[in-house]
């Protein structure tokens, strides 16, 4: 008698710790879910430059001898950033690795390594016109769009630099410095 009645306590403990798990199971999946939601949110934030992927740029960078960095998370994305003795370059991009903003740098050396930075693979962006633009305007501080995106060239103490940007960037940067002096406000 005492083994059914410990086989019976031990089917209902069983039963309410079934029950228990599927409920927290079914509560589990909604958070997963409301959180994918956000992540979904967070990746239309910083705007990027279509087609782009930000390994493209840094990969063919590498194999010129620029050592490839390592990925640093930041807000609405990704940073990338590698200097050697003759060029540099900083790369921001989304979520989605598209990129929103990038900097190149001719630190000593050949400014054709301008010329190869803005042929990034892009859907909007007639690469060779770009390139063809930026190598016949390095010296000079002006800027040019090219789809949805915005090629910036300058000089800078060491050389010539090249930007390239999506042409909502600033924008985004605007909105990014209203939202943290709002916070700063607050506290």
């Known amino acids: 008698m005492s083994k059914l009645i410990r086989l019976i ?40 430059i279509s087609g782009t992927q930000a390994y493209d740029i840094i990969l063919s960078l590498e194999e010129t001898g620029i050592e490839k960095p390592k990925t640093t998370i930041i807000d609405d994305g990704y940073s ?23 900097s190149f740098m001719v630190l000593r050396g050949d400014d054709s390594y301008l010329g190869f930075c803005s042929t990034i693979p892009s859907e909007k962006v007639n690469t060779e016109e770009a390139r063809e633009w930026v190598e016949n305007n390095i010296g000079n501080e002006t800027e040019k769009v090219f789809g949805d995106a915005v090629y910036e060239l300058s000089m800078g103490n060491l050389g010539a630099i090249l930007t390239i940007k999506s042409v909502d960037w ?16 607050e506290n």
């Open 9 to 48: 306590f031990l089917g209902v403990v069983v039963s309410f710790l079934l029950i228990g798990c599927s409920s927290n199971n079914e509560e589990s999946k909604e958070k997963v879910e409301q959180k994918e939601d956000v992540k979904v949110e967070a990746n239309n934030d910083m705007p990027g």
């Open 80 to 102: 990338w950033n590698s200097v050697n003795s003759d060029y540099s370059y900083d790369i921001r991009a989304n979520k989605d690795h598209e990129i929103g903003y990038a």
């Open 170 to 185: 600033d924008n985004y940067m605007d909105e990014k410095m209203k939202e943290e002096l709002r916070i700063e406000e």
